[in-house]
């Protein structure tokens, strides 16, 4: 009896152990099958969960290779890596193991380990010699690695090969992969692309696999467009798309929506093109937070696909606004405008990396524009640019005729020109009429004394308060502040203006340990520059167009510019490296700067030794901070990873400063106002002032403030000073308090020039 009950037990054990093994085996299929249809976070779920369960062994190698791969797709590789190498080292089936290499050596291609990928292709070959399928999956793919030797005669023979896949839809699969190989390789691909997009077409229709189906169509569209055979391209796109109408697909059918928009945009049909395009920003909006923020090749999603689309929209919408009237008007500006919101949301998203960050704060942007206030949205299209100017009277749109290359010519020729303190006169007047005078009459209109520009592209680089109508600057007509969009913006008044805002005042004279923390291609150039006497009086040297060539225009001299770099001195050994270098970014201004602020604005103050990585995050997290004012050398650079503020003896990232300003002592509100005194925008870079609107979003920050050169010590003590003394005065918006200062430093003949004053902007709330 006992050794039957034994045996029952046993069995229960194995019959829960096998359904256990049936539940993990469907959690990686399920989640497989969402990492194949773009759904990348509900993937995740499900592979975590079954990659946490999996006991060690050919479950865990399947549940790590699955995980890896979508962390692959995400455009994650630093989880990626090790989970499809463990797959890769202890997967026991051969087919699998095989499968694994290939997507461990696809990852490592796209990260530039060619040599290390090519390597595993061929031990993955020799694997499994005799199967077709693992030979062809390597030959494409060594192929793709080959691309520059134009491998036409291996594609050939890989072609040839496709009949020996006995699966339908995996000959199905390898023929539209090798058709995007030969497309790629241009004319003399473009038969054999045709061939292999035809037959792969075929192959998913008899397979019934509709996904397969429209991506051939979608290739096959694709190429046909290329050719300027812009009929065919469109009956083939609509073909694919009445595929999908039956399955969840919204990554496949945003690209073929576009194509379709562009393809009636071409012939005319502007209503259809219209439509076209709104489909495939309702796609992006479902999927927005499956989408990488690059593609596997290393392109930029953003760059590639969701700016053309956004902007493309915003494009006919402003084209067709001119033919209607009334209300019908007035509903299409402001379509044109909530998707201007959407590609600027899109764009921080993908400057920070992270889709969830903006998603967080999104909001709608119905709000009414206060009297006195106007948004300026300025729109560079190929051939016109468009400013689209809203006011509490409503939206507004203005045209200027002229080319997209003319504009973002003189706006890096202006910004360049102030950067080195050199003449800017013609210029200036020349932006002005091209992106203020055509709505001044609008603006005067309203009695608008506060612009608020949303800028688009290179024009971030621009600095508005400096454009000239002829007799005044901008700034002496209009407080002057930019906003990442308005959906990103808290745009509340504070209910307690004439309370004493809390201050933490943290600043570094003298460079400790951190100079040990700074990029080495930073060091290098820093050490490579002859620094002056003077430098010191310098803020924000570090580098031009991100890492490239170290800025060391001086404050005591406006006409002075960079010097010459020299080689670096070769016999300086670590200590002196270091000594060096704290020397060059010694900052002699901050100090006073602390000491004048917080007699204006009391608080506590971190400075030089006190002002450490640690000390910094202890204090933020203690107190209710409502102001933060961080006088420190500091670089935005292109993206989130190459943008941080120097502590004295580290590197405070855009999400470190995230953590910290986010802790417990930050929970029952915004901090109203972050300033970071001394950092600059990489030259050259429209995307590094992103850094100011990211470094204030993941902060929570109602408003940053901040430069986009190398500013003088002089000019910042001065105008510091006087913003927060400006903050102070009952009913003063934030732009208007720095629109004082700005005025101020006009009216002194040494720091007249823009050199000194117009690099200072408010990015956020105005208010």
């Not at 896949?165 to 000959?171: A, E, G, L």
């Not at 004439?498 to 340990?513: C, D, I």
Request: glycine share 6%; aromatic share 6%; net charge neutral.
């Amino acid at each position: 009896m006992f050794r039957n009950l034994l045996c029952y037990v046993m069995l229960c054990c194995a019959m829960q152990a096998a359904r256990a093994d049936d539940k993990l085996e469907g959690s990686i299929d399920r989640g497989l099958q969402r990492c194949q249809g773009g759904h990348y976070f509900l993937a995740l779920e499900d592979l975590t969960a079954a990659y946490n369960r999996a006991q060690l062994g050919a479950q865990r190698a399947k549940a790590a290779g699955a995980l890896g791969l979508t962390y692959a797709q995400m455009r994650i590789p630093s989880k990626a890596e090790p989970l499809l190498r463990e797959a890769y080292a202890y997967a026991q089936d051969v087919k699998e193991r095989a499968q694994f290499g290939i997507d461990l050596a696809n990852l490592l291609a796209s990260r530039g380990k060619a040599d290390e990928a090519s390597h595993i292709y061929q031990d993955v070959r020799k694997l499994a010699p005799k199967d077709v399928a693992v030979a062809m999956s390597v030959g494409l793919n060594l192929a793709r690695l080959d691309a520059d030797k134009k491998p036409l005669p291996e594609l050939n023979n890989l072609y040839a090969r496709l009949a020996e896949i006995k699966d339908s839809k995996d000959r199905a699969r390898f023929s539209i992969n090798l058709g995007a190989l030969a497309k790629a390789m241009g004319p003399q691909g473009i038969e054999l692309a045709y061939q292999s997009f035809e037959g792969g077409r075929k192959l998913a229709q008899e397979a019934g696999d509709s996904r397969l189906s429209a991506e051939a169509f979608d290739q096959l569209s694709q190429l046909y467009e290329e050719q300027n055979r812009g009929e065919d391209a469109l009956r083939l796109s609509e073909q694919g798309i009445l595929i999908l109408q039956t399955i969840d697909a919204r990554d496949l059918l945003l690209k073929l929506e576009w194509r379709r928009g562009r393809l009636l945009r071409q012939v005319g049909k502007l209503d259809g093109a219209i439509a076209a395009y709104q489909r495939a920003v309702d796609h992006i909006e479902a999927i927005r937070q499956d989408i990488p923020v690059e593609y596997q090749d290393g392109r930029s999603s953003f760059r590639d696909t969701l700016e053309p689309v956004y902007l493309g929209l915003t494009d006919l919408l402003l084209q067709q606004s001119g033919s209607l009237n009334g209300k019908e008007h007035a509903a299409q500006l402001r379509r044109a405008r909530n998707t201007l919101e959407l590609l600027k949301q899109t764009e921080l998203e993908d400057f920070l990396g992270d889709r969830c960050s903006v998603e967080s704060i999104r909001k709608t942007s119905n709000d009414p524009v206060q009297r006195g206030t106007a948004v300026l949205y300025p729109i560079i299209l190929p051939e016109r640019l468009e400013l689209l100017v809203e006011t509490s009277a409503g939206l507004q749109r203005v045209t200027v005729p002229v080319a997209a290359s003319d504009v973002r010519n003189d706006v890096a020729r202006f910004a360049s020109a102030l950067r080195a303190a050199q003449s800017f006169q013609n210029l200036s007047r020349k932006l002005y009429d091209r992106l203020l005078k055509p709505v001044d009459a609008i603006l005067e209109q309203e009695k608008v004394d506060t612009v608020v520009v949303v800028p688009d592209g290179v024009l971030r680089l621009l600095p508005y308060a400096a454009l000239n109508d002829g007799k005044r600057f901008a700034i002496q007509k209009y407080a002057i502040a930019i906003a990442p969009g308005l959906t990103m913006t808290n745009t509340q008044v504070r209910t307690d203006p004439n309370r004493q805002l809390k201050t933490l005042l943290a600043g570094m004279s003298e460079p400790g340990a951190v100079v040990e923390k700074l990029p080495e291609a930073m060091v290098k150039q820093l050490l490579s520059s002859s620094p002056s006497s003077s430098q010191s009086s310098t803020r924000g040297i570090l580098m031009r167009g991100g890492l490239e060539k170290p800025a060391t225009t001086t404050g005591t001299n406006a006409s002075q510019t960079a010097t010459t770099p020299k080689p670096a001195d070769p016999v300086l050994n670590q200590e002196a490296r270091n000594e060096k270098l704290k020397q060059i970014l010694s900052l002699a201004g901050v100090k006073d700067e602390i000491e004048t602020i917080s007699k204006i604005a009391p608080g506590e103050t971190l400075l030089n030794q006190g002002f450490s990585l640690n000390a910094f995050g202890q204090q933020v997290t203690r107190g209710d901070y409502r102001i933060v004012h961080i006088a420190s050398h500091g670089l935005f650079g292109g993206t989130a990873d190459t943008t941080f503020i120097m502590a004295h003896d580290d590197l405070i990232t855009i999400d470190k400063l995230q953590n910290f300003l986010r802790s417990a002592g930050q929970h029952d509100g915004q901090i109203e106002l972050l300033t970071l005194s001394a950092c600059e925008t990489a030259e050259g870079d429209d995307r590094a002032p992103l850094g100011l609107s990211g470094a204030a979003l993941k902060a929570r920050a109602k408003t940053a403030l901040g430069s986009l050169w190398p500013v003088a010590d002089d000019a910042a003590k001065a105008l510091m000073a006087e913003f927060y003394k400006n903050m102070q005065l009952p009913g003063v918006s934030k732009a208007k308090a720095l629109q004082a200062a700005q005025l101020k430093l006009i009216a002194n003949r040494s720091l007249a020039h823009p050199f000194f004053w117009a690099p200072f902007i408010v990015v956020g709330s105005w208010l």
